[in-house]
């Protein structure tokens, strides 16, 4: 405790940390809360999970005051992370109240115009902070306090144009700071036009990779699901995230754990914004479980004590593996990941290999027992008992030669002019493979 009473942080918001049973103040925040406590401009290298939330969150308690408009603003690549980050800053400033609003789409536009007239705070998504910049319900020439939350991945989804845009609808005298887990050329760019000398601040790890353990296994496609059945029953986890590439990839996953004992809980961009919510939820709420999830819903997601991830499928992107990976073995924790690769992987695990410092070691195919696997006729009256070999005829949605999943194009990159960060899916059509058959691997480890 007298760690961060050192950082300067005042008295009330000392005691939520008391009563938070906060230990010792995390590298970020011991770097950093000092600068932002200054009024500097900061550039911090952080990842989901650091403690960052906590840092800036107490720069703008320390500012903001009751009644006087909006004053601060903090951007984030997701609706999830905006909530959560959102309910942090409430927590911390219970003992000195301001109007925090999160803003996001999916969800009704009345009721935050409503909120945003006697709001502080505003926590939000680039596009819904747009919305409302064009309906002239947002009032942000005020701002004292501009944060961008994982920066990185706003670029990575398309929103740098639109945050340029907010940028220019702030107040001019502000103190502005970027938290990024990558500081890529977009990020430096964005730092040279709109900060004044910002101070760099450099954490080492927040994962160990000493205590993280990769491993992938090159299996034929059809016995996807069959390896992940034996691994799940096998290995000795506590809480798994389980990362497939496509939302109808998710629910193949889910329906076949569930018809074979393992419950699972899923969430992808297919779900409501209540319906998400409630997931994270009750996720959080259980000290081990699997949660299935595609790269978009699970962007910003803080979840502690992840002791395995499973990519079912390989990310497109070799940058999205490191940022699943970074799930576990944080702060002195161990943890494992485990890649399942079929032929259709192939290309992306080449990818991965090229693209980061990665050290992933083959394991052999276990035995393996024959399961049931769900197919389409279940939902009108059963499934089929089926092993590993599947016959002519595949079905939407059962496992195949070429990966368990009919490679609907689901999420994706998309450019600049992208409205909502909540779901990268929901606005493209269907998207066939361009090659559908199995290439042989490029790799050899």
Known sequence: MERFRRLGINESIMKIIGRENFEKPSEIQEKSIPIILSGKDVIAGSATGSGKTLAFAVGIIHKVERGKGIQALVMTPTREL?????????????????????????????????????????????????????????????????????????????????????????????????????ITEVIRSISDRYMKSPVRVAVTQYVDPKKMTQVYYNIPANQKISLLVHLLKKEESHLVMIFSNTRQNADFIERNLRI?????????????????????????????????????AARGLDIKDVSHIYNYDIPRDSKEYIHRIGRTARAGKEGKVINILCPMDHDNFSRVLRDNDVKITQHPIPQLERIKIYTRERESGGFQRRGFGHGPGRREGEESRYGGERRFGGERRYGGGRRDSDSAESKFGVRRDSNPKPKKPKFGI
């Open 260 to 296: 074979n004992g393992i419950e699972a809980i899923v969430i992808h961009g297919g779900f409501s914004q209540k319906q998400r919510t409630d997931t994270i939820n009750k996720f959080h709420k259980i000290k081990s479980g699997i949660l299935i999830c595609t790269d978009v």
């Open 82 to 182: 905006a909530e959560q980050v959102s309910g942090e800053i409430k927590k911390f400033s219970s003992h000195n109240p301001i109007s925090i609003v999160p803003i996001y789409g999916g969800v009704s536009i009345n009721p935050q115009i409503d909120y945003l007239k006697t709001a502080d705070v505003v926590v939000g998504t680039p596009g819904r902070i747009l919305d409302h910049l064009e309906r002239k319900t947002i009032d942000l020439r005020k701002i004292k306090i501009l944060v961008l939350d994982e920066a990185d991945r706003m670029a990575d989804m398309g929103f740098i144009n639109d945050v340029e845009k907010i940028i220019h609808h702030c107040g001019k005298e502000r103190q502005t700071m970027l938290f990024s887990a990558t």
